[in-house]
Nanobody, 127 residues
């Protein structure tokens, strides 16, 4: 079983920055595509950013393009989400997800493609 643990959430003022970290442990698989989803109360979970195993391909939702950056360190089984110029509407619970994917260049963009999920970390606007 694979465990994903997110950290780095918290209170931040509009315009500020946070970096989320997702650490994978347990029976990690050889290759995986990773993603960061987010969910606001009463809304569906949406994909904010995703990255291929190779790191060469990324996906960003239109709402975060130019502000968020996803990156990974395969040696550490860790993926990051750098969030800059945060807005009130970025206040969500952020979930890390991992999907088994043999093709190291593939980015996964739908929930059903992901096999493992973290418990989530809260990002809140303190303004």
């Amino acid at each position: 079983q694979v465990q994903l643990v997110e950290s780095g959430g918290g209170l931040v003022q509009a315009g500020g920055s946070l970096r989320l970290t997702c650490a994978a442990s347990g029976r990690t698989f050889s290759t995986a595509a990773m993603g960061w989803f987010r969910q606001a109360p009463g809304k569906e979970r949406e994909l904010a950013a995703a990255i291929s195993w190779s790191g060469g391909r990324t996906y960003y939702a239109d709402s975060v393009k130019g502000r968020f950056t996803i990156s990974g360190d395969n040696a550490k089984n860790t993926v990051y989400l750098q969030m800059n110029s945060l807005k009130h509407e970025d206040t969500d619970v952020y979930y890390c997800a991992a999907g088994r994917e043999a093709d190291t260049k593939v980015v996964l963009t739908t929930e059903r493609e992901y096999d493992y999920w973290g418990q989530g970390t809260q990002v809140t606007d303190s303004s």
